[in-house]
């Protein structure tokens, strides 16, 4: 069994963060040249740290698969980043902030983990506005703010539309600036591919050159994994088609725990799937939902006709109606419920019935269609180009997809996992948003880690190793690890298949989806995890690779990528089948409210919202590989609540 | 609807490369235009053969990692989008598409349709920042910015480093790419002390990296996905022209500190 210890430390919670940097040992500036850290991605959490540890004066390098740091998937991010700055003076602040995002998570994340990113939130904005990123402003000058899901107050800054885009570009200047005076030496076109683990602690990597196919061995005094979540493994998803979960799998095969892998968000303004082809989902803005207002025909027979046509008494605007206090900005776990339930009754819209309406008419009826066009455009432009369709004349067609994901390798309070010399920030980790993550907190999360608080912990590890004492690259740690790297390449090169990796990949994310999506039974995700055992089997013996190891070779990337999905698959199952509760995002159909609930009858909830059981599951479920072919051992880290008490999640 | 794709294919820099021509299989309009690759590509490994290397990764028009020249225009026949967000419906049954890698001196090719734009990073390098040290800022609202520039500055910023703007010059010339960072940062208050440094850093790296003069043709923007304006470059020439005039800065006499 792992080692699991939160290192929470004591004291109000308050108080918690100030007196940790505090009691942390430092590591004097002479000495800090001497260790040299890796970071694996260069995302808003991989950028800010590895910019500011060679800001600190610590020897980086900075490793990306992509051609360069800015390309990272949180580019995409569109809707803003929250704060608890109360510019509005609508009564936030950083206990506001804190307790949205702990309820928000269904009382299933850590507290002080969530105060201490609530307490930082406000000086990542000040960080970033220095840096040069164009907020959105007012007239006067000032920062402007939009509210956004499971809020009542309106903290979320933004840049137009492109909010992630402009932080990751203020993060990669930071980063420019440190490689351009050699504090960080980047790495691209650079895939982490294994972890090297010598005496129980993270001492390097070893890594392939995608345009070279060549493959190296990089050591450090510690490790750091930014690289992201493992939406991918769904296949359809909102995620970059790139973005990909080798990097804490091959981790977690090294002994890193993996945190809650069945909490995982799905996203309730997608663009709707149209066809087999296709590669990804695009997501709109959950921004949109402050003038957007969501709908369903009363009527089944009415899915069919055009929206304008059907008249107001026959809409049902069904989040308004059940959760009047939040109406259509309920939080994302709750709206995407809602809508699959509305589709489920065959209320759906659109040809295949999987779909609702986000309808602007009475925005652009209140506000006129400039001020639309001035706060939405390039996501109806967006929108206009996938659909061929005019948002600004007919009702926008949403669903459901795969948007990101909570669960991610344990990490304790200083974001170090249980082996020791490995931290991981931002999406990877499971740390801060419980079984449902708020709009706008991922930004707040990867930015916070990277800026504020790693720099702030890895030196009370840093402390504990020699300096100028890492292990060498030909310690038969690292030898072994490389091996293991070509035996899965030869492997994958030399199997005489006949399907490409991409057709498993599709076929795997249907799998999950189906059993492990917005509804989850037992039976459904005893079956799945059984499926996917066995496609695991065939692919390990159909799978086809094209071209050669030492080249630019997109296939062997990909077959690489799909394998370890296929194993994440089914922890991901494994989890979503032990939490016998729901929570967030994790929904199992046996536990959910009903009319005859006390909960119900008070008002509180609607029958069907989840159904937490507090007294079994509060706790972190952290997952510990045994090896080939041997079921996981789970190891469970309590929730223990201090400050806030475990209650009924109400939105009504 | 079916297509005929002439497809530039070249197994590394080093050895020659040549147009191949392929059928597609039947196509749905409402594919991307990458989405149809993959189908070509899944056909291609189907039969044995290599699939066709090309750049991707958001998909959605943001990253600016997606390239390609499609019937000799970077990021294909519409206007605003990049190549992710071209969709087969903009083609008809039966046409002939060509397909090619953006060509530049500055972009040497890595395989088929992919080109290692890593010159673009080392421009940022040379100067697209503000210094600021994590942990060193004030309050935000101590920087009071107008909308008007706000906005300006966000125009320009919204830039995914795509070169397109180099693969439609005939030059060759990154200076709508330059152009952008340099206002985005120069239009703010907080990028006023480096303004000058900035430009003159940026320019010459830019010119170290092999790309062309700007003649001003306005192809950059007429391919631009993100409609970057021509003004840009205008108001980047006007602050490398007083940049050369002012030349290096000067320590004032007298400030130093022990």
Redesign the interface.
């Known amino acids: 069994m792992a080692t699991l210890n939160s290192n929470i430390p004591a004291g109000p919670l308050a108080q918690k963060w100030e007196h940790h940097k505090f009691s942390t040992k430092l590591i004097n500036p002479a000495n800090k040249r001497k260790y040299k850290i890796i970071v694996v991605g260069a995302g808003l959490a991989g950028s800010s740290a590895a910019a500011t540890l060679a800001e600190l004066g610590y020897e980086v390098h900075n490793f990306v698969f992509h051609d360069s740091p800015r390309r990272a998937h949180s580019v995409a991010a569109q809707g803003g980043i929250n704060a608890a700055k109360n510019y509005q003076n609508d009564g936030d602040s950083v206990h506001r902030l804190f307790y949205d995002t702990i309820k928000g998570g269904d009382f299933r994340a850590r507290e002080a983990n969530v105060h201490r990113l609530a307490e930082v939130s406000v000086n990542i904005i000040d960080q970033c506005a220095a840096q040069g990123v164009p907020f959105a402003r007012e007239y006067g000058g000032l920062l402007d703010n939009r509210s956004f899901g499971g809020a009542q107050v309106s903290r979320t800054f933004y840049a137009r539309g492109q909010t992630g885009q402009q932080l990751l570009l203020g993060a990669y200047s930071a980063l420019c600036r440190n490689i351009a005076n050699g504090g960080v030496k980047s790495h691209t076109h650079a895939e982490m591919l294994d972890l090297v683990v010598v005496d129980g602690h993270a001492k390097g990597i070893i890594v392939r050159n995608l345009q070279t196919g060549e493959i190296t061995r990089h050591n450090a005094d510690a490790v750091v994994l930014a690289t992201g979540g493992y939406g991918n493994a769904y296949n359809l998803s909102t995620y970059a088609r790139g973005s990909n979960a080798t990097a804490i799998w091959r981790a977690y095969k090294r002994g890193a725990c993996f945190g809650n892998p069945c909490y995982t968000q799905i996203h309730p303004t997608c663009i709707p799937v149209s066809g087999d082809y296709q590669s990804k989902l695009t997501l709109m803005s959950e921004s949109l939902r402050n003038d957007g207002r969501v709908w369903v025909p009363k009527k089944k027979d009415d899915c069919k006709r055009n929206p304008a046509d059907i008249a107001e008494s026959d809409r049902d605007y069904y989040l308004e109606r059940m959760y009047p206090a939040f109406g259509n900005l309920a939080p994302r776990d709750i709206a995407s419920r809602a809508a699959k339930v509305v589709c489920d009754e065959g209320r759906g819209i659109g040809e295949t019935g999987l779909g609702v309406y986000l309808d602007f008419a009475d925005a652009i009826k209140r506000l006129g269609e400039g001020k639309v066009r001035e706060r939405y455009g390039n996501l109806f432009a967006m929108y206009h180009e996938i659909t061929n369709e005019d948002a600004y004349q007919t009702p926008m067609r949403i669903y459901p997809a795969m948007h990101y994901t909570m669960g991610g390798l344990w990490v304790d309070y200083n974001l170090m996992s249980n082996l020791p010399g490995l931290f991981v920030l931002g999406e990877a980790n499971f740390s801060d948003h419980g079984a449902n993550r708020l709009g706008a907190s991922a930004l707040m999360q990867g930015l916070a880690d990277g800026y504020f608080v790693l720099p702030a912990t890895i030196s009370g590890y840093l402390a504990t190793q020699k300096p100028d004492k890492r292990p060498a690259t030909d310690n038969a740690a690292f030898k072994q690890a490389e091996e293991s790297v070509q035996t899965i390449t030869k492997r994958l090169l030399n199997n005489k298949g006949s399907r490409t990796p991409a057709s498993f990949h599709k076929a795997l994310g249907k799998l999950i989806w189906e059993h492990c999506g917005m509804a989850r039974t037992k039976a459904g995700l005893e079956r799945g995890i059984k499926l996917i055992g066995e496609l695991r089997e065939q692919y390990w013996k159909h799978v086809k690779v094209a071209g050669e190891a030492g080249e630019w070779n997109q296939s062997l990337e990909n077959a690489g990528r799909v394998a370890d999905f296929m194993e994440l698959g089914e922890l991901l199952c494994r989890d979503a089948l032990h939490r016998e509760e729901s929570c967030g995002g994790h929904f199992r159909e046996e536990y959910q409210y009903t009319k005859n609930d006390a909960e119900v009858q008070q008002g509180l909830v609607n029958p069907g919202d989840v159904k937490r059981r507090d007294d079994v599951f509060a706790y972190v479920a952290a997952w510990e590989y045994a090896g080939e072919g041997k079921a996981p051992v789970l190891n469970k880290e309590p929730l223990v609540y201090e400050e806030v008490k475990m209650s009924t999640r109400s939105y009504k | 609807m079916k297509v005929t794709l002439k497809v530039w294919r070249q ?2 820099r080093n050895t020659p490369g040549e147009f191949k021509t392929y059928e597609s299989p039947a196509l ?1 309009p ?3 235009f ?2 149809m690759l ?2 070509v590509n ?1 056909e291609l ?2 039969r ?4 066709i ?1 090309f ?11 997606c390239s390609l020249v499609i019937d000799g225009k970077p990021h294909g026949p519409h206007q ?2 990049a190549t992710c ?1 071209t ?1 087969m ?1 903009s083609f008809k049954n039966g046409d002939e598409i060509v397909v090619e890698p953006f060509r530049a001196r500055a972009f040497p090719l ?2 088929d349709l ?1 080109v ?3 010159a ?2 080392r421009i ?3 100067g ?14 101590n ?5 008007e520039n ?2 300006l ?2 125009d320009a ?2 830039c ?2 795509c070169g397109a703007c180099v693969a439609a010059c005939k030059n060759a010339s990154a200076m709508l790419f330059v152009a952008a960072k340099v206002s ?2 120069g239009l ?1 208050p ?2 006023q002390p480096e303004r000058h440094r900035r430009v003159k850093a940026m320019v010459d790296q830019m010119d170290a990296e092999g790309f062309g003069g700007c003649t001003v043709t306005g192809s950059c923007e007429a391919v631009c996905p993100k409609e970057i304006s021509l003004d840009f470059i205008a108001r980047m020439n006007r602050d490398y022209a007083a940049a050369l005039i002012r030349g290096e800065p000067k320590p004032i006499a007298g400030s130093g500190a022990g």
């Open positions: 197994k590394s749905n409402n594919m991307s990458l989405e993959d189908v899944e490994a189907n044995g053969e290599e699939p290397a750049d991707h990764d958001c998909r959605e028009g943001i990253c600016g990692t605003g989008v967000q969709y419906r890595v395989k992919v290692d734009r890593k673009l990073d940022q390098h040379a697209g920042f503000i210094s600021v040290r994590t942990g060193s800022a004030p309050d935000a609202n920087i009071l910015v107008p909308k706000a906005d500055a966000m910023a919204q995914i480093g985005h940062l703010l907080q990028g």
